[in-house]
């Protein structure tokens, strides 16, 4: 069944929660009491710890194992938690697993002699663990032709399937944080899914210091399976005792067979982008495998860095978009219009400012992070290099991230986004063939820029048809101007940084550069894009999230299953 953009059902009536006690629909209405911005600040803080240490593990792996074959074999095996960490725990398993819990929450009204949250998790888990426990079991047994497929040029192809059994491990490991992950959010807890990424690299971290001399850079394959035990003991305590204590007793109506087909319509574009996007990294890795060992490495540790600001970035569209997902089921797309415009001009100005820094002081940048130990000055040279090009395609990283929220907000199937990252990555493919024949890793680099922008420019061109109507032009002229200022910005710092001799201190005078010649520029120009400032667009409260008011809102009495999707959840309920 779909739904005309912008088109909501009719909320059902709603009893008042007991005294003392917060009914679980009213746990899906955000930023009540002024809570979004505490859970908001929160997850975005253990969201950077978790980026930082991921900064902190490639620097000791730079450090210790240097760029060349052995990195290129773990990098190869790197592949299976990347793709398992997009479907199990941030996309797909959320999709399926954060509306089914929700509606076991609501039912729990009914006076059932039998707890149907429990009732799911007994008729859910088993199979799931039983189902990707023998997934994982074929992947290790078949490690050595999944490899070959990969990566058919690569130098040490057998240290590469040791490497690919240990991580394989994660399939199942990843299976169990994502039911984890999913069923907190369900029922309003968000700091122990915040924290995986945090325990995660922990574990990576730990697993190197402690097993390099004798397994070398199998240690850190090793680590991707202790992190995954982490990521599941996180979080199972907290479920644990949510399962043992039920705590919400909603007045919420019984839940309709219609909202389990509209989750499983939304199964299939969900896991389809997902597939597309992450898949942008198989065939870098592909193209780069036949070109001399290093290669791989350079492109892993060019995108992890110049991915920094992207993530910064969608951090902002990620904390505002159970608000989005909200006013829409509210029956306001103009509120939600207007959120995702003041997002996305956001984001892209954070994310244009980091990569004007990323691209004026590249070196200076890779030479302050890495260079040392195995990682000598050639290595240094060839990332950078690959860097300032990834760096391209970051804006277009960005508005895909940010654009996708907009198709996902309402509860129908949508098919055009991953068409448009089948497009670009099609693109990527075609690009990248030329591109690695002539200029090795830094054509690579620039073919996947140029396929991620071509799907940012059709996920750009088809928002106005969708749930949130954005207006393309004005949000186009204004992305314009910013990345003219950003361009500027880029010039300025990669003049100012060739004075300076220490890199610590040329990374500062880039960065402080160019954020003056960027502000300069856009408080300068005509028909400048209107940015709001930072914390009063992170942190503020929507029409319908007063502290004090006499009754429900419209969005809270939206029903139960119309939260948003793909493991984003409104924030409305106590850290545990």
Known sequence: MTRQPGAVPAAAPRAAPAPGRRAHARAAAPGGGGFLAKAAAVTAGLTAAGALLGLVRDQIMAGYFGAGAGTDAFLVAWTVPEFASTLLIEDAMALILVPAFSRALARRSA???????????????????LALGIAAVVLIVAAPLLVAALAPGLPDPALAVDCTRLTGTCVLSFALVGYCSAALRAHGRFLPPAAIYVAYNVGIIGTVLVLRGPWG??????????????????????????????????????????GRVLVLGLIAPVVAFS?????????????????PAGAISHLNYAQKVAQMPMILSLMLCTVSFPVVARALAAGDPEAARRRVERDLLLAAVVVLVGSSTVIAAAPRIVELLFERGEFTGADTTATAAVMRVYALGLLGQTMVGALVRCYFSAARPLWYPA??????LLTTAAAGVPGAHY????????ANALGITLSAVLLLRGAHRQAVPIHVGRLGEGLLRLATASAWATGAGWLCQLAVGSAVLAVAVTGLVVVGVFLLFIACAAKAPEIPPLPRSAFRRTPHARRHRAAPSAAEAAPVEAAPVGGDVPLDHGHR
């Open 439 to 446: 200029w090795g890793a830094v054509g690579i680099a620039a």
């Open 419 to 424: 068409a448009a990252m089948a497009a670009g």
């Open 217 to 258: 850079v199998r240690s850190a394959a090793a680590g991707v399976a202790v992190g995954g035990v982490l990521m599941v003991l996180v979080q199972a305590p907290t479920l644990l005792r949510e399962l043992r204590t039920p705590r919400y007793r909603p007045s919420a109506p019984a839940v309709t067979g219609e």
């Open 275 to 291: 597939l597309c996007r992450q898949s942008q990294t198989l065939i870098e890795r592909f193209l780069a495998s036949p070109l």
């Open 111 to 129: 006076g059932l002699s039998d707890d149907p949250v429990r009732a799911l998790v007994r008729g859910t888990l088993p199979r799931i663990v």
